[in-house]
């Protein structure tokens, strides 16, 4: 493992922390954009894999998959989820997003003051203390709380507020249709966070002209961080997990889906 700067971390995922001159900065709140199959559950369970070995503590919060099936997925890659649930470092929680919108409304209706919530009893379990979180994803939240998208926007200010105060660093999902749309303010799709993200990672679907699939990955921004920005080769290997080839930038002619 390298050394690492004081303030920024490696996620020691194969290829990435090349696309980085230090690491990714603490306390830093990143989007991971994509489309349908591009692999952002799995670029998240391998970064929760990677920093639990190094002794981070991570709070994977899931809001589509089961925690067993996570779980399996992530044994399917030889890594050991229960090692480290049992270590008290990893924490799988699924959230039912209906849940989560209706408690906010409730909180939202008994404090008539809208920026004063506290969210710390809907979302983040009381007693853990996540040096990570990872979000899946913010657009079946985003979904949940649909035709209410100003309270979608005050209960993500709270979220973001929140893992600010505790220099959390955040891994957050969102579906993108169509990559045209990443980064972009898109409503439904949890776009009114864009502009509140410190980083945006994107996972690409490839189709080459000659009808074969690959996918790529891009770091889009990183605030306080010198990024190389260039769309590269990535591949889920079998027992691997997530690798990046940093040399293989996409050429000649392909669709990003
Ligand atoms: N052992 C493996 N070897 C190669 N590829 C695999 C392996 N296991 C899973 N995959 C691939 O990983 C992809 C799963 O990606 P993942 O579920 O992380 O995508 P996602 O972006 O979260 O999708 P969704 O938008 O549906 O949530 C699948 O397309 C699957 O083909
Ligand atoms: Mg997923």
Redesign the pocket.
């Known amino acids: 493992m390298e050394k690492e700067t004081k303030g920024k971390f490696k996620t020691d995922i194969r290829g990435f922390d090349e696309l980085f001159q230090e690491g990714v900065p603490e306390g830093n709140s990143i989007l991971v954009e994509?489309?349908?199959?591009?692999?952002?559950?799995?670029?998240c369970l391998h970064l929760a894999n990677n920093l639990c070995k190094k002794g981070k503590k991570v709070l994977y919060m899931s809001f589509?998959e089961r925690e067993d099936r996570l779980r399996s997925h992530m044994k399917?890659?030889g890594w050991t989820p229960e090692v480290y649930e049992r270590k008290g470092t990893l924490m799988l929680r699924r959230f039912n997003a209906l849940d989560v919108a209706r408690s906010v409304e409730a909180l939202l209706s008994e404090a008539k003051r809208e920026l004063l919530i506290d969210i710390q009893p809907v979302l983040i379990p009381k007693g853990f203390d996540p040096d990570i979180v990872c979000i899946d994803?913010l657009s079946s939240i985003a979904s949940a709380f649909s035709g209410e998208e100003a309270r979608f926007r005050v209960y993500m200010e709270q979220l973001f507020r929140n893992l600010e105060k505790n220099n959390t660093t955040s891994f957050l999902?969102r579906?993108t249709c169509n990559p045209a749309h990443i980064g972009l303010n898109i409503s439904d799709t949890g776009g009114a966070v864009s502009f509140l993200s410190d980083g945006i990672i994107v996972?690409y679907n490839i189709v080459y002209s000659n009808g074969t699939r690959a996918r790529g990955i891009e770091v889009l921004k990183m605030r306080g961080e010198d990024i190389d920005r260039r769309i590269v080769e990535a591949k889920?290997?079998?027992k691997k997990g997530f690798v990046v080839y940093p040399d293989m930038q996409l050429e000649g002619e392909y669709k990003m889906t």
Do not use: H, N, R, Y
Not at 34 to 43: A, D
């Open positions: 994509g489309g349908p199959g591009s692999g952002k559950t799995l670029f589509e399917a890659f994803s999902i579906e996972l889920i290997v079998d």
